[in-house]
Nanobody, 119 residues
Framework: QVQLVESGGGLVQAGGSLRLSCSAS????????MGWFRQAPGKEREFVAG????????NYADSVKGRFTISRDNARNTMYLQMGSLKPEDTAVYYC????????????WGQGTQVTVSS
């Protein structure tokens, strides 16, 4: 079955950087759109960034544009989120997700990794 496993979360000071990874198995990774989402305590889950199967097309939430970069390595079945200039409001559980279709709901989700940014 499809499995997504996030890693790379942790505690970082404001202004710092982290790189999250999402390792995928059970699917032909290079055919799937991928995305990062996050959910802060007491808030709804929100979209962070997305990337198409080839990696040529990416999109970002306005709140992270210019600070975060999404990428993927299809040979390694892995997606990344490079996060820079981190702010306390970036504190959340970060999830990776995948879908076969270009638009619509995501089909599979990881278990999440905690990112905490201290001020």
């Amino acid at each position: 079955q499809v499995q997504l496993v996030e890693s790379g979360g942790g505690l970082v000071q404001a202004g710092g950087s982290l790189r999250l990874s999402c390792s995928a198995s059970g699917l032909t990774f290079s055919r799937y759109n991928m995305g990062w989402f996050r959910q802060a305590p007491g808030k709804e889950r929100e979209f962070v960034a997305g990337i198409n199967p080839s990696g040529a097309i990416t999109n970002y939430a306005d709140s992270v544009k210019g600070r975060f970069t999404i990428s993927r390595d299809n040979a390694r079945n892995t997606m990344y989120l490079q996060m820079g200039s981190l702010k306390p409001e970036d504190t959340a559980v970060y999830y990776c997700a995948t879908r076969r279709r270009l638009i619509g709901e995501y089909d599979y989700w990881g278990q999440g990794t905690q990112v905490t940014v201290s001020s």
